[in-house]
């Protein structure tokens, strides 16, 4: 599969690994069989030069993207308990925009700005991504076709990524009231985490 | 700015480039890690790789020494 390897060596690259790769087609490519691809764009990691509220209104954005994704995946798995889970995801990510919108209110000192996170990073319809950064209509696109193993890598492959930025940011914000917001954010990304873990043990 | 400028692609090596790295550097001088979940590993896995669950990686970074050349799959 290689979707896992790329969140991986995304996570360690941010860490401050000098030199990491992803081995293309994972363990299948390595036996000599046909690997299948999974979304090219994507599985890349956050810039580090940017300024909180632009953190904000980008993981708003990631969480739109994620949000999105598990909605649709509801409306189209066949699986009761992966429509469940998936529903279950997708409230959670728009509870976190909930946060993350008040978070930023509180950092700004303004007003309830409805332009955000328009203000801070340019939006493009063709150009919606995912936590990690892939594209959300590849994802989609490649997901119709896809078991729901494959589905629930490039999940848990989303829900790492999203965990690894929330510590990150847990670590990286000064004000008290956003280490406590990161703090409920990543601790909230680590249970998804292991829902869709133990999930896939179910489904190897 | 818009979204993509945030983020960069990751490097990648085939599985080719992996065997012919593997094969010319000993095993002290690269971290090879496999993220797949536990039971995926035990039915095989690549000769020496330590196995990190890509759900516990986050939380595992410091098992792994950043200064060697890391190879994930």
New interface residues.
């Given amino acids: 599969m290689g979707v896992r390897s790329r969140a991986a060596a995304a996570i360690l690259s941010e860490a401050g690994f000098k030199e990491v790769y992803s081995m293309k087609g994972g363990i299948n490519a390595w036996e000599g069989k046909v690997a299948e691809g999974v979304p090219e764009a994507g599985m890349a990691y956050f810039s580090s030069a940017v300024q909180p509220e632009e953190l904000l209104g980008l993981a708003w954005l990631l969480e739109d993207g994620s949000r999105k994704f598990y909605t649709e995946l509801s409306s189209l798995s066949k699986d009761m308990e992966a429509v469940a889970l998936f529903q279950e995801l997708s409230k959670a990510e728009e509870k976190h925009q909930a946060s993350l919108v008040s978070l930023y209110k509180e950092l700004s000192g303004r007003p309830f700005d409805s332009e955000f996170p328009k203000n801070l990073i340019r939006e493009d319809p063709s150009d919606e991504r995912m936590e990690g950064g892939m594209l959300l209509r590849e994802a989609l696109q490649w997901a119709e076709k896809k078991a729901i193993k494959e589905i629930l890598e490039l999940s848990v492959s989303l829900e790492s990524n999203a965990y690894d930025v929330y510590l990150k940011m847990e670590r990286k914000m000064e004000p008290e009231n956003a280490k406590k917001v990161f703090k409920v954010l990543s601790a909230e990304e680590k249970q998804h985490l292991e829902q869709l873990t133990s999930f896939l043990e179910k489904k190897l | 700015?818009?979204?993509?400028?945030?983020?960069?692609?990751?490097?990648?090596?085939?599985?080719e480039e992996?065997?012919t790295f593997l094969n010319e550097k000993g095993p002290e001088k690269y971290n090879l890690?496999d993220?797949?979940?536990p039971?995926?590993y035990e039915q095989?896995?690549?000769p020496g790789a330590q196995l990190i669950?890509?759900?516990e990686?986050?939380n595992r970074?410091k098992e792994?020494d950043?200064?060697?050349?890391?190879?994930?799959?």
């Fill in positions: 700015m818009g979204i993509s400028d945030y983020f960069k692609p990751v490097p990648s090596w085939s599985a992996v065997r890690v993220v797949r979940q039971k995926e095989g896995h690549l669950p890509l759900g990686l986050a970074v792994l950043p200064n060697k050349p890391t190879i994930a799959y």
